[in-house]
């Protein structure tokens, strides 16, 4: 089987090289510049490297896009015609609805199935691409009911193969509206902290909870722009609960109400600790 | 030089573990149940462990308190005279305003030098103690202007040899106002997360940002409740601002406005990022 993998930046070259020795698998990389190519080559990112999509398109039975979001959307609009007959076609976007209606415009001989592998850090690029990415991790798949139930389970296949620690299938809808918490929210948050006037001040006096929770504001602007701005209602209802949620602790600290502090502290602590119980972390 | 810890849980088993062989320091472990001195005498956390206080206070020249923050101000009122004349007396709190206040009690004869190493854990007790827990964390002094220099310059000696990563002198106000925003806020927002309807069923869907920010959401209530309390104020104004920065993120994205949801991803990537160039984490 023939792969190609287009685009080797963090995700894509990490996604490549997770898969290094899957059975009977091929894989082609997708790049648009020579440094990138060169790169690519010399870390044996996969087995081929091309800068010509069409070519790459034109031989693969599986194809992984992994690019930015609107990357992915124009891609898709431009080669809709390009795929071989039969092609399984997936992706990495971190929002599912809008790609999934992009590929509607694909043809129906080509079976395209969205993917999110949850994983990243806060350096992109394929300088900072590695195999271990995806320990961990968990791989979400959107199928469209139309899929082939093989083509998922072959995706499925795939994920555990590259080290994730689990496989979820589910609806585009869900899935945005889900990472709009899980993800999306903490990485908002994490700016948000960051634009106190405090922060300069204050560094010395920062624990591991501070450098834990901030850790994902280092992030990579246009990506998270585009994450951002294709998921903005779900994104701006999960802020508002926040800032529910704040206000409580905030006014039972400034009425002095420390019972029902405790009360509340009692609840959420035992929130997390059960999703921990449910699933170790 | 013969020093007590009093309170042999997290913070005080890992001290007392972290100082052995100090050079020429013998340390004394004070602790309230007959567990915990077994615990404490089968993994050798000290030289001797007693359960009487006064009999080591009196031989102690270094008194280190480590119990929780109400725990040492009844300490300090209870024992005030118990000390021994020219001793050196500290505590582990993290507030410090309230601890400094209260050593106001104890005679002229006693130094007392409020610290705060800024290290932890979301498990507690003397089980979950390391000799490890204080690498690359802070160690946070706040001399009364009458303590020698001398034995401010001695805990700082220790807490190098302990594995901090640094050692930084401020005021009890100065050091409250900071620890609000950089630590009690860190904890006062994973458990806001924690308090959305949506985290049960999101599970399955988090990624490394989810578990980092929501780690210390499973704290120590009793602890936390004292904390938050002793810092109420300044607390509570670092939580406002977090609301009005996330309420800017809200409406931007409620406005379409990718334009300015780009500025202010840009400005506040930069200022994390300039974090990490100042103070490399």
């Known amino acids: 089987m023939r792969a190609a993998v287009v685009g080797l930046g963090l995700i894509g ?10 059975p009977g698998l091929r894989v082609t990389g997708v790049v648009r510049s020579e440094n990138t190519l060169r790169k690519a080559v010399e870390r044996r990112v996969c087995d081929e490297v ?5 070519e790459a398109l034109a031989g693969a039975e599986l194809v992984w896009l992994c690019m930015p979001p609107k990357a992915i959307l124009s891609f898709l609009e431009e080669h809709k015609g390009d795929f071989r007959p039969g092609a399984i076609v997936t992706d990495v976007c971190g929002v599912k609805t809008a790609v999934m209606q992009a590929a509607r415009a694909l043809p129906e001989t ?17 300088d ?15 199928p469209r009911p139309e899929s082939d139930l093989a083509h998922v389970a072959l995706l499925e296949d795939m994920a555990q193969y590259m080290g994730f620690r689990d496989t979820v299938r589910t609806t585009p809808e869900e899935h945005d509206a889900m990472i709009a918490y899980t993800s999306q929210l903490m990485h908002v ?15 010395g006096f920062e624990g591991g909870s501070f450098r834990d929770c901030t850790r994902v504001a280092a992030l990579d602007v246009p990506l998270w722009t ?3 701005s294709l998921n903005a209602p779900a994104l701006a209802r999960s802020i508002a609960r926040l800032e529910d ?11 002095g109400d420390t019972r029902l502090l405790e009360e509340k502290l009692t609840a959420s602590s035992g929130r997390k600790r059960k999703t921990l119980t449910d699933r170790p972390e």
């Open 128 to 142: 900072n691409a590695e195999a271990t990415l995806f320990q961990n991790a968990h791989f979400i798949l959107t």
């Open 226 to 228: 585009e994450l951002f």
């Open 13 to 22: 070259g990490s996604l490549a090289m997770a898969l290094k020795g899957y």
């Open 50 to 54: 091309t800068m010509d999509p069409m």
């Open 189 to 203: 948050m994490a700016v948000a902290v960051c634009d106190d006037a405090e922060l300069e001040r204050c560094m």
């Open 110 to 126: 080509v079976d395209f199935i969205g993917c999110h592998p949850m994983a990243g850090k806060e350096t992109s690029k394929l």
């Open 245 to 255: 949620n704040l206000r409580a602790y905030r006014q039972a600290l400034e009425a």
